[in-house]
């Protein structure tokens, strides 16, 4: 089945302590993409990549890392997690090019509660 | 500066009758604009799409609009069924590029 797997789907955890986000997609995508959702908010856009070792910011970088070492994975690095940072975090992949078919496939989403 | 607008955070409407769910840009160099609906717990579906060089797409009972001198596109759903509750993102973003921009959302309720 062509999925976005995102681990964990929940996590509390305390401030300042380090913590990842795997996001996986088995469809060949070259774009994969970070997106947090706050309470009335959409979703705000994190981080992107475009291909592998290609990452750029999206609108809301602060406090995030991310690596494209391989095609099919995009962790999320959270190096000193703060509160504000407890949100709702959803993975995205696609292919590049024309998306009218299929727009961006998301994961289930993984909420983080940093306290 | 929000570049996508959706002022209705929430919308009802009778099974049957139509669902119009309304979103406003104001960047022009956006060349690619979705709809996504989402369901609590689960991440966002693509539904629709439309290019800038269309002016309407539709797919089965979703229809997409786009008026690009008032920078405006709206989802019509035509029946509304009670399966289609749920909040209803649109998305704005350039062919090719990395970056897209949501709105806030609009909650769809259909009653029965």
């Known amino acids: 089945e062509a999925q976005v797997t995102q681990n964990p789907r929940y996590l509390i955890t305390v401030t300042g302590k380090k913590l990842t986000v795997t996001c996986s997609q088995n469809?060949?995508?070259?774009?994969m993409s970070w997106y947090r959702q706050d309470p009335g908010l959409g979703l705000r856009q994190i981080y992107y990549?475009?291909?592998?070792?290609?990452?750029d910011k999206g609108d809301v970088p602060e406090g995030y890392k991310v690596s494209r070492k391989e095609k099919r994975n995009f962790p999320l690095i959270l190096e000193s997690p703060s509160p504000n940072q407890t949100s709702l975090y959803f993975c995205?992949?696609?292919?590049?090019?024309?998306?009218?078919?299929?727009?961006?496939?998301f994961g289930s989403g993984t909420r983080l509660t940093v306290v | 500066d929000q570049q996508v607008k959706q002022n209705s955070p929430s919308l009802s409407v009778q099974e049957g009758r139509i669902s119009i769910l309304n979103c406003d840009y104001t960047?022009?160099?956006?060349?690619?604009f979705l709809w996504y609906k989402k369901y609590p717990a689960e991440g966002p579906t693509f539904l629709i799409s439309?290019?800038?060089?269309?002016d309407k797409n539709e797919d089965g009972r979703f229809t997409v609009f786009l008026n690009k001198s008032a920078k405006h596109l709206s989802l019509h759903i035509v029946p509304s069924q009670p399966g289609d509750s749920a909040v209803y993102f649109c998305?704005?973003?350039?062919?090719?590029?990395?970056?897209?921009?949501f709105g806030d959302g609009t909650t769809l309720t259909v009653k029965p």
């Open positions: 998305a704005a973003s350039y062919t090719n590029a990395g970056k897209s921009t």
């Open positions: 439309i290019s800038s060089i269309k």
């Open positions: 469809m060949n995508h070259e774009y």
């Open positions: 995205a992949s696609s292919f590049l090019g024309d998306r009218s078919n299929y727009g961006y496939t």
């Open positions: 960047n022009s160099m956006f060349d690619y």
């Open positions: 990549s475009m291909n592998v070792e290609v990452t």
